[in-house]
Structure formats: C-alpha cells, structure tokens
C-alpha cells in the first residue's frame, strides 16, 4: 500500500500475481510516472550517479541535449514497476532485459511504461516480454525481457 504523496511503501503490498498458466501472448500493463527534480535526485543519491548532464543544469545545456536529463536507468526502472506489480506481478523474477535509449527524458515528462507478453516458454515457466517506455508518441526505451513466472503448481 502506498502512502497518499510520499511514494513509500507500507510493507503491506500484494504478494501474489499471475501464474504462468494465466499468461497469453498479447497481454499487456503500463504503469505511469511523471519525472520530478526530486525523482533525479533520489535516484542520483541511491545509485551513486552523479554524471553532471543529470545534476547540473548549467553543464548539461552545454550538451547535445541542451538541458539536464533523468537518468536512462530511472525510465528503465519503471518497466521493472510494471513487471514486479502489475504484470506478471509479485513473485516474478528479473532474468534478462535487453535496452535501448531512443530520446531524452526531462523533468516534467510523463513516462508510459508498458510491457506486453510476446512469447511463453511453457517448460522454463518463463515469459518474453516487449518493453517500451514513452514520452506522449516519442519512444524513449524500447526493449525486451524475459522474466521467470511462478506456476500455479507450485503454489
């Protein structure tokens, strides 16, 4: 459960998604984020980047972008959201994720992630995904991932 404006977490989230025998190639879910200062500056703080054309708006209008950017990984993070709460959902597991930065994201940009089921792979219980984050029709990462679904005979 997530506290109203303060993005933090109870503790008390689901703890069950889909089973891979719930899963059909097309199935999708998005989860929507708009970028703050304070989101750069968290993750800036958590992952220990600092790179200037993230924090420094007088060094980054000196770039090919013109202006301070989020962090690709944070964008990326949000493909993640999607996949640990919405779909597959709790329990899954990360294997592998493919991506690549297409367009900038800036601060006050409304990032769309979605992923949708493209392939399963009944004998792994794993499923491929397509996955996307977009800015209004601007493709900022596009990519694939292939996450390890709980089966419902394990349960």
Not at 25 to 38: H, N, R, S
Not at 54 to 60: K, T
Request: charged letters at 20%.
């Amino acid at each position: 459960m997530q506290h109203r404006g303060t993005g933090k977490t109870t503790g008390m989230e689901q703890t069950n998604g889909y089973h891979f025998e719930d899963l059909v190639v097309g199935m999708t879910a998005v989860f929507t984020k708009t970028v703050t200062e304070e989101d750069i500056q968290l993750y800036a703080d958590v992952s220990g980047d600092t790179n200037p054309v993230h924090m420094n708006e007088q060094y980054a209008r000196q770039t090919v972008f013109k202006g301070r950017i989020a962090h690709g990984m944070l964008s990326a993070g949000f493909i993640s959201t999607v996949f640990g709460t919405k779909l597959p959902g709790p329990g899954c597991i990360y294997i592998s994720q493919n991506l690549r930065f297409k367009a900038p994201v800036r601060i006050g940009d409304t990032v769309v992630a979605k992923v949708e089921v493209t392939e399963l792979i009944p004998e792994r219980k794993r499923a491929v995904f397509r996955t996307t984050c977009t800015v209004g029709d601007t493709i900022v990462v596009d990519g694939d991932a292939t996450i390890m679904v709980p089966s419902r005979a394990a349960a």
